[in-house]
């Protein structure tokens, strides 16, 4: 894909983004036999839901979306028997969202499918490359975590 702006200087977000929706692309196709029933956009609430239950609020502001709309593709998991809504501990009134037992197969699933994505990129980029942008890549997080003073989702 060519730049928007051939004019402008390059960047390190631009292919960020390009990779990271190649690791999508790939992602939903590599997911698409087994949950027919989970679009790509379900595929990213999954991303974002934690073993141990989170916060629907949370997880909305971590995908940048709305409650309403995180609270519709969440129903939505819901009902499929992929996700469950439990107590929240720290809060009587509240609800924490986790992944039922299907649902860590489906997200089990969709991480075989991004290490065999990594095995494919290692091939092209080989071993000793792929291991340096892992590394570089894994810095830059870590410094803009430490920057923001907060946890960075893994």
Known sequence: MPPRFPERPDFVGRYVRLLYLQLLEELDAGTADAYPE??????????????????????????????????????????????????????????????????????????????DVHRHWEQLLGERKTEQLQRLLAELVHKLDDERGSGAPA
């Open 38 to 115: 989970v679009s790509p956009a379900m595929k990213q609430v999954l991303m974002l839901v934690s073993r141990d239950g989170s916060r629907l609020t949370d997880m909305a502001t971590a995908g940048r979306m709305t409650k309403q709309s995180m609270g519709e593709h969440v129903n939505a998991l819901v009902e499929l028997d992929l996700l469950e809504r439990i107590p929240d501990p720290d809060d009587r009134r509240a609800k924490r969202i986790r992944p039922t037992k299907a649902g860590l197969a489906c997200m089990g699933d969709a991480y075989d499918v991004a290490v």
